[in-house]
């Protein structure tokens, strides 16, 4: 059981580049989300999908566009690369309910130069 | 804006004690609450969840729930190196759309 599976682990872009990061999971969970972490920032929501053909903003938005492919997979995309984007960014999903949790992907290492 | 405070730490106990974290939330509608563990360079994992007033307990690990207060804390009995790490509290509403705090550095002393 493979759990939250992001691809790739480490990329180096230029900036104005763009890319997209992709993340699958194989838990049947409903909602999936986009987080990137900066030191001393903690986690930070980027965007999250309640649930597939849903898509919703979070806290840092702006510079990312995602896609809920299907009810298995969520990818971000940066279509013009910044610095300020340098970041680690996990995939998560869960499932809504009162016992929700939320279970995190292994993280992208992601360098704008 | 949904807002979850935490020390950021370090913070150093000798091996054996009890490490205490503490966390803050700003919104009276939050609904469950979370401690993650985050190793370096590794990806949160769950450690414990609470999600009405009170205290619960897990291992060597207690959460305490305070809605009124609305304040959240882990306690670590009996403190072990590998306990080193950086502790994520969380807190979600609508059932949804988790909200991180910026974490608390614990460092545990042989």
């Known amino acids: 059981n493979a759990g939250v599976t992001q691809t790739p682990k480490f990329q180096v872009l230029k900036t104005g580049q763009s890319m997209t990061l992709q993340c699958a999971q194989d838990?049947?969970?409903?909602?999936m989300y986009w987080y990137r972490q900066d030191p001393g920032m903690g986690l930070r929501l980027i965007y999250y999908?309640?649930?597939?053909?849903?898509?919703d903003k979070g806290e840092v938005p702006n510079g990312y566009n995602v896609s809920r492919l299907n009810k298995r997979e969520f990818s971000l995309r940066l279509e013009s690369a910044a610095p300020s984007q340098t970041s680690v960014y996990f995939c998560?999903?869960?499932?809504?309910?009162?016992?929700?949790?939320?279970?995190f992907g292994s993280g992208t290492q992601l360098s704008v130069l | 804006q949904k807002e979850v405070e935490q020390n950021s730490g370090p913070l150093s106990v000798p091996e054996g004690a009890i490490a205490s974290l503490n966390c803050t939330y700003s919104d009276r509608g939050s609904q469950s609450f979370f401690w993650y563990r985050q190793y370096s360079g590794k990806s949160p994992e769950l450690i414990m969840s609470?999600?009405?007033?009170g205290d619960k307990e897990d291992g060597r690990f207690t959460a305490q729930l305070n809605k009124a207060s609305q304040y959240v804390s882990l306690l670590i009995r009996d403190s072990q190196p590998s306990d080193s790490a950086t502790y994520l509290c969380a807190v979600t509403y609508n059932f949804n759309k988790f909200y991180f705090g910026s974490g608390t550095k614990l460092n545990v002393k042989p």
């Open positions: 998560a999903s869960s499932e809504p309910g009162h016992n929700e949790k939320l279970f």
């Open positions: 609470i999600y009405s007033n």
């Open positions: 999908s309640a649930s597939e053909g849903t898509t």
């Open positions: 838990m049947n969970h409903n909602s």
